[in-house]
Nanobody, 125 residues
Framework: QVQLVESGGGLVQARGSLRLSCTASQSTGDSYAMAWFRQAPGKEREFLAAINGNGGSSSYADSVKGRFTISRDSAKKTVYLQMNSLKPEDTAVYYC??????????????????WGQGTQVTVSS
């Protein structure tokens, strides 16, 4: 069972930046894809970005492409989400996720088995 803990959320002004971190309780090595999602009040959970086990391939939602960057440090069991040019509509709870299924499947269906508790990001105008 992989446990995930997010950190780095907070309050930031529009056009500012934040970097979220997600640390796993055990090594996910090169076998787990990792991802970031978010959920704003009254809205469904939204996929943002995913990265494969060795960090060599990533996938982004159109809504964040060019502003957000996902990366990972397997030695630290941590995945990051660098968020730039933040907008008030980026306000949400941000969740980290992990899954051991093959990358082509995850890239296609964006389904993950393991989830963190979330971290709040609030962007003020």
């Amino acid at each position: 069972q992989v446990q995930l803990v997010e950190s780095g959320g907070g309050l930031v002004q529009a056009r500012g930046s934040l970097r979220l971190s997600c640390t796993a309780s055990q090594s996910t090595g090169d076998s787990y894809a990792m991802a970031w999602f978010r959920q704003a009040p009254g809205k469904e959970r939204e996929f943002l970005a995913a990265i494969n086990g060795n960090g060599g391939s990533s996938s982004y939602a159109d809504s964040v492409k060019g502003r957000f960057t996902i990366s990972r440090d397997s030695a630290k069991k941590t995945v990051y989400l660098q968020m730039n040019s933040l907008k008030p509509e980026d306000t949400a709870v941000y969740y980290c996720a992990a899954d051991p299924r093959p990358w082509p499947l995850i890239r296609w269906d964006r389904k993950f088995n393991y989830w963190g508790q979330g971290t709040q990001v609030t962007v003020s105008s």
